[in-house]
């Protein structure tokens, strides 16, 4: 095989890993940060530590925004925004110090975020 | 999440993989599609659209919704190449519809083919006496095959016994100002040749011509970039002086 037919070969299987390491970045490059992050707030809020549960938030929220800009181009735009907007009103009700509310929001967060790449 | 950059990139995703996919596919023209080729077609199509601009759905499960269908196609290809009655089967088979100057009415009403789409595709094919065909064929395609009676077919050189020189395929030497070398050396032909060549025509360099053919007689056209014509024919409906009043 001459190196001519060897590139028109390869070049439609390198595109094709690429594509695919792309779409399937959701899978491979959300990482443990967001979903540690999580389940640190979510003992914040048990023991009622909202100085601590305020400033987690503000960590989980830069966390989930890098996560975003690696995932964005392979996960559901809906999957994303539900756990934005979760994260929303995660902040009013830590505002509130109502921590039921709060525990029921971190669950649906970490439905979310279990549900991406999945 | 940046929508415009992700419809960016997954409109790069779903072009290129379009492209590599209708490579795998190969070549066939749209003329000679089938009405199922047709839909697949459209059907690929619109399953690239929705991966490139449809944010609410994951873009790996688009990709494997076009990577099926194309193997889909791709499998029908192979078994259809391999088993003429298969390939019968799916794609149909072309039907005789005027058989020895007769029209065959019962298979035109069978195929729900009509008389004025008959007379049409005929006068497509520039025939409009209806007595001049001897056979008609409805292809799987769509398209009409005719056969004229022998006494309507033209005139060939074989009919009068005229002998006819050997034509073949012209070799592109001049390709967009660009010489191409192997085809030079395949009519056994230098570049000394070409330029000589060239320079009878009054041209200096190659790159002033657009393109050179040599045909099996040895002849050679050339056509510069720089085309002087004394009077050229306007065929734009957009602006004519003559009719502006």
Do not use: C
């Not at chain 2, 059907?43 to 991966?51: N, P």
């Not at chain 2, 657009?210 to 040895?218: K, S």
Request: aromatic share 10%; glycine share 4%.
């Amino acid at each position: 095989m001459n190196s001519e037919k060897a590139v028109a070969y390869l070049l439609p299987i390198a595109a094709i890993i690429l594509f695919l390491v792309i779409m399937l970045s959701p899978s491979y490059f959300k990482g443990q940060d967001v979903h540690q992050e999580i389940n640190r707030l979510t003992r914040d809020v048990a023991e009622e530590n909202w100085d601590s549960a305020t400033a987690r938030l503000l960590l989980l929220d830069i966390e989930w925004q890098r996560v975003v800009n690696r995932i964005q181009f392979g996960a559901e735009r809906e999957e994303i925004n539900s756990l934005s907007r979760s994260l929303a009103r995660l902040q009013g009700v830590i505002n509130a110090e109502d921590k039921d509310s709060a525990l029921a929001e971190l669950a649906e967060v970490n439905y979310y975020w279990l549900a991406i790449g999945r | 999440m940046n929508e415009v950059l992700v419809v960016i990139v997954r409109s790069l995703i779903a072009f290129f993989t379009l492209l590599i996919f209708t490579r795998i596919l190969g070549k066939q023209e749209v003329s000679q599609l089938t009405f199922f080729d047709y839909i697949n077609g459209i059907t690929i199509g619109s399953i690239a659209a929705s991966l490139a601009t449809n944010l609410n759905s994951r873009a790996l499960t688009e990709w494997v919704g076009l990577g099926v269908w194309t193997g889909a196609v791709f499998a029908l290809q192979v078994i259809t190449v391999k088993s003429r009655y298969i390939s019968k089967y799916i794609n149909g088979e072309p039907i005789v519809v005027i058989m020895n100057g007769k029209i065959m009415e019962a298979t035109m009403k069978k195929m729900r083919y009509q008389m004025s789409e008959l007379l049409e595709q005929l006068r497509e094919k520039s025939i409009f006496d209806i007595s001049q065909v001897e056979f008609a064929v409805f292809e799987v395609n769509g398209k009409l095959s005719v056969l004229k009676k022998s006494s309507y077919q033209p005139v060939t050189p074989k009919n009068l016994n005229i002998s006819t020189d050997y034509e073949g395929l012209s070799a592109e030497l001049i390709y967009n100002g660009v010489v191409i070398e192997q085809n030079l050396n395949q009519v056994n032909l230098d570049r000394n040749w070409l330029e000589q060549q060239l320079r009878a025509n009054g041209i200096n360099d190659p790159s002033e011509v657009m393109l050179a053919q040599l045909n099996t007689q040895g002849e050679l056209y050339i056509d510069k970039y720089r085309d002087y014509v004394a009077n050229p024919a306007d065929i734009s409906e957009r602006y004519n002086p003559k009719e502006g009043q």
